[in-house]
């Protein structure tokens, strides 16, 4: 199994890998390019010394060709050397043991040639440099690596030193930065546990402009849809639960009269019969408009509902619909401007059966209904009833499923879902209805004009 790592050991682990090659990267450059100055300028203070005792020999051999190289080197202390005579038949070597073998290549080179020539034998601590003072003589001094190569020793252990004393402090800053970037990412963590937990108000506290204030107002635009969603849902549910009991109990009556009813039918009294299928007659069709208010609901709950848009007169309508409630006596209409407008005509005409329905079970005579298509975009549609209106507190519930004027579970006529349904349909338009009161209750339908 992989070891798991939490972010703040990534984050130090990624600082300190790249401190520590860019730091060891740095060291070896500047060691190398000390190194390479170190060495050149060995080389060059040797080559110096070696030329001025080449430029001496030379001069002392025009009298004392051999002898007088010897002579002056005899006199020289600092550094080692030999002296390889050639003039005779057996090679002289002059000067103490050489400290290194010398190879045959640099003398056979030197002897042939005027400038000095160096070399550093494999494995050997010195720098060997050769010239020819004089025809036949080769003169071999010897330049001890030692200091040189304590100065590089001292100097990779400087630049060690340093190396390791940087990637201390990135280490400690790695650290540091973690745990900074850390810090917010495990406040986001546990705000996420807290939302989880139902502590919907839990939000962050966004400092800055990076990214990390980016999170936090991320995650706070997240915390405040899921709590619009679960207050939402949680109100949806309500309403699923009241509904269900609403509709258990508007069917309850009908159902029992029927059942009622239908004992009824066998009796052998004719008043009992006709009376039994008087009431069968009545609650089937309540029965009837009952389910198909809550097969129309369903549908919208569901999305699903049909809608065909025509051109409509508002006029003709709202009309037809007086006719159809039999409020053509109390019921005045008047319509201005342009009231033609792109809708599916029977919703717009379900809208209208229901809002005089209501204005006439609830309200007062005269009803009064006000077609306004003097606006561009935009019609309305007014039903004013004389009666007592609706209730301040009871102008947000009015448009709620079962709703009834007295918020009472008392037998009506009605299912209880006339304006839910109107409202509803309003809004598969793109519209609305609004309640309010003048002189009795005011329902105004607000219907998009369409393209």
Do not use: C
């Amino acid at each position: 199994m992989r070891p798991h790592f939490g972010l703040r050991a990534r984050i130090a682990a990624a600082v300190v890998v790249v401190t520590t090659a860019a730091t060891v990267a740095m060291a070896l450059a500047a060691y190398h390019l000390q190194a390479n100055d170190m060495t050149q300028r060995f080389h060059s203070a040797s080559r110096a010394d070696f030329e001025s005792d080449l430029a001496q020999a030379r001069f002392v051999a025009r009298n004392l060709p051999t002898e007088g190289v010897i002579d002056y080197m005899l006199r020289e202390h600092a550094v080692a050397w030999n002296v390889f005579d050639y003039t005779r038949e057996q090679v002289l070597v002059h000067g103490a043991e050489p400290p290194v073998t010398i190879p045959g290549w640099l003398l056979s080179a030197a002897r042939a040639g005027d400038a000095p020539l160096g070399t550093e034998p494999e494995n050997s601590p010195f720098l060997v440099l050769a010239g020819s003072p004089i025809m036949d003589v080769v003169l071999v001094e010897y330049y001890t690596l030692d200091a040189l190569r304590a100065d590089l020793s001292k100097l990779r252990r400087n630049l060690a030193g340093m190396a390791l004393l940087v990637t201390a402090l990135g280490i400690a800053g790695g650290m540091v930065a973690a745990r900074r970037i850390q810090r917010p990412v495990r406040a986001v963590a546990n705000a996420a546990i807290r939302l989880g937990d139902g502590e919907l108000d839990t939000r962050l506290v966004v400092r800055g402009g990076d990214e990390l204030a980016d999170l936090a107002g991320s995650f706070n635009a997240m915390a405040e849809q899921v709590g619009r969603s679960i207050v939402e849902l949680r109100a949806k549910e309500e309403q699923q639960r009241r509904f269900v009991a609403d509709v258990a109990h508007d069917l309850r009556t009908p159902v029992a009269t029927v059942v009622a009813a239908a004992d009824g039918v066998d009796s052998d009294n004719p008043d009992a019969r006709e009376r039994a299928a008087r009431l069968l007659s009545v609650q089937s069709r309540r029965l009837a408009s009952l389910v198909e208010d809550l097969l129309e609901m369903s549908r919208f709950d569901a999305g699903v509902a049909d809608f065909h848009a025509v051109a409509v007169d508002l006029a003709d309508l709202w009309a037809e619909a007086i006719d159809l409630v039999g409020g053509g006596d109390g019921t005045t209409l008047r319509a201005v401007g342009d009231v033609i407008v792109r809708a599916d005509p029977r919703r717009v005409h379900t809208i209208a059966r229901n809002l005089l329905t209501n204005a006439l079970t609830h309200g007062d005579p005269p009803v009064r209904v006000t077609i306004d298509g003097t606006r561009p975009g935009l019609v309305t549609v007014e039903v004013a009833d004389s009666g007592p209106g609706v209730p301040v507190e009871l102008r947000e519930l009015v448009f709620d499923r079962f709703a009834r004027g007295d918020r009472a579970r008392t037998a009506t006529s009605g299912s209880g879902l006339g304006l839910a349904i109107a409202q509803e349909n309003a809004r598969i338009h793109g519209g609305r209805i609004t309640v309010s009161e003048r002189d009795g209750a005011v329902f105004t339908v607000s219907l998009p004009r369409g393209q």
